[in-house]
């Protein structure tokens, strides 16, 4: 008796693969052919419904004449509606309160944001509760949150202006936040920010955790400090994610409509301030084409803001890369 | 994906996420308009949209309780966000409430969409002409003689007062010796200037509300009977009077409807607020404590108009018949004293003007003023105005200039252009 003897199977009779019978076959290929496409298109089908019919609808109604206080008024406007938008104080107006307050919130946003993360990366005490509470103002409704900051920057009762006091700022006449544009922007700017670092933070962090350690080991032997390791090795190695919070935070930022729209006094206007000092472009599309009527007219300020957005989040994506040291 | 290449799979990811653009600024979700059949085939949802509080609670019991059959969904929203809703389901073709209301804010615009509403001319509408004030059934007719509103209520103006307030400013509280203070605008203002100089607190809400009464005062507002903009007129003549109360530094410089304004009221920030018969329920709304602080004296430079609703019928409904129904029995005589009784709203059929339910009426938050005496008093002295296409636009643009003033960033001299400016360009948008 040994016990390392191994009695080998008994050879079994492998009966010959049966060839598979045509509907077995139709659906073999079937699931490896076209089965992932079937699975991949209700996000197609979705796209197509509420994402290309609404881009294709409105390149159209920006083509024609369309005023709901004037049925009579129809037909093909070609290109009107557009060259009365290069004449339209009000746009550029808006553009440039949009990217001032898109400047305001981006850069301080993802700046922040790449520091949040890198101090989550280390060990701390309860890391989860850290980590999920940055979050926090990412989950809040934005019109809940927007409704709190547009009492905190008010003009008589306003905890911001109570804060300005403490620290000898205060005015004999109180700071009524509203009434110049950099006032606005920057407590718009500072609305944005507190809502998207978290979001952004949580983003960078999950890159970073896939940065290998000894990488930064390697550094800290050759005499690199934390600042020079966030700059040389942490934003190189997560560069897409970059590009990527880069390039929402751009689409967000210009398309800014909530934050503008609930802090204004007198929301329901969409004036964006008594003199427009804060309207962004999505708010005055909502006012020409809800307030005037002028469905064809908002039209072309959609696609105009569209084409905008798409130009400058490529060239976003461009010049991150570039900082990011891709080539 | 290796064939695409980085780049391009980039670029397509830049695109599409670009297009989220535009895609994000598509509007509200659509609700269905809540008919339902019963398998009898008798049973109706009538869904009713609204602002504020029409009194129609006690309404909606009483029909349904005399029409079994009729299942009534009342939907109060935000004022303009009402409106907003009605033209997108109007645009969308369907989706409305089966009853919308529409304020006179908006009553020109949806009178020149009337192809979308039920024609109550079409419905037998017509035996109501005599019941109403000529001007509020005119006002709902469109060009082409379509009447596609039946008259609620109408704003005739009142001014409410804080008759505790003036008490401390050592001021008469009477409210006829109230109304002897003020029998014009510039008195009204000097009574404002004591009253701050002895409490050192605002007495206006904002300059904007000086604005709005008395441009309703006028014969001609924003536009002509042409639509043509007049500002030299009427506009005028209340934009100086909102100069000059700013100037004269009575106004606590608060939008109107807005948090601000309510919080305004619970710190007795303004003392004096022009009233149309609706706003009273909205003071009782926004401040309950302040039962019997507040009394209604008569309004300087006598009556005007501010507001006042119609009911429509879109027609794109299911159940339009039994929506007119229900309209003509709640603009009947009796539900319309119920209404006002509840709420304050002010019917717009001159026979309730004699009713004793109305005339005897006392109204006890409001330290039980006579409501019916004085807004039945002030609705029979009105003097009609017409409200162009771009009304509403067009007091908007010229608000917001008066409140450039009193934020300071404008100078009172340069303001009038200004508003001039604005107010074409609004008429022109």
């Keep these: ?327 | 994906m290796e064939r695409l290449g980085k780049r391009s799979v980039r670029a397509i990811v830049v695109a599409a996420a670009a297009t989220l653009a535009i895609t994000g600024c598509s509007g509200q979700s659509l609700e269905g308009s809540g008919d339902k059949t019963d398998a009898t085939g008798e049973q109706i949802t009538l869904k009713v949209a609204f602002w504020g509080d029409m009194g129609l609670d006690k309404l909606k019991a009483a029909y349904e309780k005399d029409h079994p059959n009729v299942k009534i969904v009342l939907n109060s929203g935000e004022y303009n966000a009402q409106h907003e809703d009605l033209q997108k389901k109007l645009v969308a073709g369907n989706g409305a409430a089966d009853i919308s209301a529409v304020d006179e804010g908006f009553i020109v615009q949806f009178r020149s969409q009337a192809d979308k509403f039920v024609n109550y001319l079409d419905k037998g509408g017509a035996e109501f002409e005599p019941k109403y004030l000529p001007w509020k059934w005119a006002q709902s007719l469109s060009p082409d003689g379509k009447q596609i509103g039946l008259g609620t209520d109408v704003g005739g103006l009142a001014m409410c007062y804080r008759s505790d307030l003036f008490k401390k400013a050592g001021l008469p509280t009477e409210r006829d010796a109230v109304s002897k203070l003020w029998s014009s605008w510039d008195e009204f203002i000097e009574v404002g200037k004591t009253y701050t100089a002895k409490t050192g607190k605002k007495f206006v809400d904002s300059g904007t509300n000086m604005f709005n009464p008395v441009l309703a005062q006028q014969p001609v507002g924003f536009y002509n009977e042409q639509d043509q903009l007049q500002m030299e007129g009427g506009p005028k003549v209340a934009f100086d009077a909102a100069m000059k109360a700013i100037n004269a530094d009575i106004s606590a410089d608060l939008a109107s409807f807005q948090p601000n304004w309510d919080q305004g009221f619970k710190k007795d920030q303004f003392a004096v607020l022009a009233c149309p018969a609706w706003m009273l329920g909205h003071i009782q709304d926004t401040a309950p404590d302040q039962k019997g602080k507040w009394d209604i004296a008569a309004i300087p430079g006598g009556g005007g108009n501010w507001g006042g609703s119609w009911w429509t019928v879109p027609a794109q409904g299911k159940n339009t018949d039994a929506a007119v129904e229900f309209v003509k029995w709640m603009v009947q005589p009796a539900q319309q004293i119920e209404v006002f009784k509840t709420v304050g709203n002010l019917p717009s059929q001159p026979a309730l003007y004699k009713d004793p339910a109305v005339l005897d009426y006392k109204k006890e938050f409001m330290s039980n003023a006579p409501t019916g005496q004085i807004f039945a008093a002030t609705a029979e002295n009105l003097k009609p105005q017409y409200l162009g296409k771009k009304n509403g636009p067009t007091r908007v643009a010229v608000e917001n200039v008066i409140r450039r003033v009193q934020e300071g960033s404008l100078k009172p001299e340069a303001a009038w252009a200004e508003a001039i400016k604005e107010a074409e360009k609004a008429s022109k948008a």
Aim: avoid cysteine; charge should be positive; charged fraction near 15%.
């Design chain 1, 1 to 327: 008796m040994s016990l390392t003897q191994l009695r080998p199977a008994p050879p079994h009779d492998p009966s010959p693969p049966k060839s598979p019978g045509r509907i077995k076959l139709w659906l073999y290929r079937f699931d490896t052919k076209s089965v992932p496409y079937a699975l991949i298109a209700p996000f197609f089908i979705l796209f197509g419904v509420f994402g290309l019919f609404p881009i294709v609808f409105n390149g159209v109604v920006a083509l024609r004449n369309w005023r709901l206080d004037d049925p009579t008024l129809t037909g093909w406007a070609g290109f009107e509606n557009f060259t009365k938008l290069a004449q339209d104080e009000d746009f550029w107006n808006a553009l440039g309160n949009t990217f001032g307050i898109f400047l305001l919130s981006t850069i301080p946003q993802l700046l922040l944001a790449l520091l949040v993360a890198s101090i989550l990366n280390r060990k701390l005490r309860a890391m989860t509760w850290w980590r999920i509470g940055v979050l926090l103002p990412y989950l809040t409704p934005v019109v809940a949150s927007t409704l709190v900051f547009a009492v905190f920057f008010s003009r008589d009762y306003g905890m911001a202006n109570w804060f300005l006091g403490l620290v000898g700022f205060g005015q004999e006449t109180p700071l009524d936040w509203r009434a110049a544009k950099w006032s606005s922007w920057l407590a718009i700017a500072t609305m944005v920010n507190w809502k998207w670092i978290g979001y952004n933070a949580l983003l960078y962090l999950s890159a970073m955790q896939t940065i290998p350690k000894d990488v930064y080991e390697a550094a800290a032997v050759d005499g690199a400090g934390p600042w020079r390791q966030l700059w040389r090795i942490t934003v190189p190695m997560i560069q897409p994610v970059v590009v990527f919070t880069v390039i929402l935070s751009t689409i967000g930022g210009l398309q800014l409509f909530n934050e503008p729209m609930m802090f204004d006094e007198n929301p329901q206007s969409a004036s964006g301030g008594s003199d427009h000092q804060f309207q962004t472009i999505a708010q005055l599309i909502y006012k020409v084409g809800w307030k005037d009527l002028n469905l064809g007219y908002a039209a072309a300020m959609s696609w105009a803001l569209f084409l905008i957005i798409l130009i400058v989040a490529g060239v976003n994506a461009l010049l991150t890369k570039r900082i990011g040291g891709d080539r």
